[in-house]
């Protein structure tokens, strides 16, 4: 039996966390979780950076930028919360833009405003 994809969505690690912890919350009162969801969690739980109600906001406040251009970019720029420009050049790296550092540094700037 294949399963099949009807939908996609990108979402943050801290939404994934979230998600995860509910499911976990059911297996468990029916057995024991298995090896894979353990990990997947530990490894959610590790690298979540905010609370999934920040992380969705500041997706959408990074949307609001022109230069951060999709979802997929937002999301990326939320889960790792980069400190420097260099950070965000890496993430634009396979991306055809060009960010000025002026552009680099608002961005920078929002991501600032919800550091824990």
């Known amino acids: ?15 994934a966390k979230e ?27 590790l690298f979540s950076k905010l609370p999934a109600d920040k992380a969705k906001e500041l997706v959408d406040e990074l949307l609001k930028l022109p230069q951060v251009g999709s979802k997929e970019i937002a999301v990326k720029l939320v889960d790792i919360m980069p400190r420097i420009p260099d950070e965000v050049r890496i993430i634009y790296a396979k991306e055809r833009v060009a960010l000025t550092p002026e552009q680099i540094q608002e961005i920078l700037d929002v991501i600032d405003k919800y550091r824990i």
Do not use: C, G, N, P
């Not at 998600?19 to 739980?45: G, P, S, V, W, Y």
């Open 1 to 15: 039996m294949f399963k099949e994809v009807r939908d996609f969505e990108y979402i943050t690690i801290s939404e």
């Open 19 to 45: 998600i995860m912890e509910e499911i976990a919350k059911k297996r468990q009162e029916e057995a024991e979780l298995l090896f894979e969801t353990r990990r997947a969690l530990k490894h959610l739980r």
